[in-house]
């Protein structure tokens, strides 16, 4: 099963108990990047949930949660599941509307892909993690993005000049993609 697929799998199960999840982080640009980037772990952030609610449906599943509290794994699936803690944010941002995509598995909750993108620069921004830079730029490569939002979000979370180095360097890839 892919990313897609097993996380409309989960999310779908989870909301039949009246549990809504969404997916974001690296699961999110690995289904953005058509798989140019290749995620390990499936991160959902809940509102008002707790782990003994969410053990027996993940069980359910063939997921058990792991000594790290947090994640799940199923001995026939190569990706672990985590529960980060809510809100749901990107940066200082609560993220107000989502995306959902339906697959034969059921319906996948996730976010935009320009909050996808933002999720990502966070972590450039405020870790320097270069990975995550790039996984930004992958999102705008084969996603119709706005630059716009991106730049007035970079301006609230005070990061103008690394927002600078970002957009060079999707301007210099998105040149040479041609």
């Given at each position: 099963?892919?990313?897609?697929?097993?996380?409309?799998?989960?999310?779908?199960?989870?909301?039949?108990?009246?549990?809504?999840?969404?997916?974001?982080?690296?699961a999110c640009v690995s289904i953005y990047s058509g798989n140019q980037y290749e995620s390990n772990d499936l991160d959902f952030v809940m509102s008002d949930y707790?782990?003994?609610?969410?053990?027996?449906?993940?069980?359910?599943l063939g997921f058990k949660r792991t000594m790290d509290q947090r994640h799940y794994e199923h001995p026939q699936c190569f990706y672990f599941i985590e529960f980060?803690?809510?809100?749901?944010?990107?940066?200082?941002?609560?993220?107000?509307?989502?995306?959902?995509?339906?697959?034969?598995?059921?319906?996948?909750?996730?976010?935009?892909?320009?909050?996808?993108?933002?999720?990502?620069?966070?972590?450039?921004?405020?870790?320097?993690?270069?990975?995550?830079?790039?996984?930004?730029?992958?999102i705008c490569l084969k996603r119709r993005v706005s630059l716009k939002e991106i730049e007035h979000w970079s301006r609230n979370e005070r990061m103008q000049e690394k927002f600078k180095l970002f957009l060079k360097i999707y301007k210099e890839r998105k040149i040479h993609k041609f």
């Open positions: 099963m892919s990313v897609e697929e097993i996380g409309a799998a989960i999310c779908s199960h989870l909301k039949t108990h009246d549990i809504s999840v969404v997916l974001s982080g690296g707790s782990f003994k609610e969410i053990d027996p449906l993940m069980e359910k980060p803690p809510s809100p749901l944010t990107v940066g200082e941002e609560f993220v107000k509307k989502t995306v959902t995509l339906k697959n034969r598995y059921g319906r996948l909750v996730l976010l935009r892909p320009v909050d996808s993108v933002k999720d990502r620069l966070a972590a450039f921004y405020h870790w320097n993690d270069r990975q995550s830079l790039e996984q930004a730029v992958m």
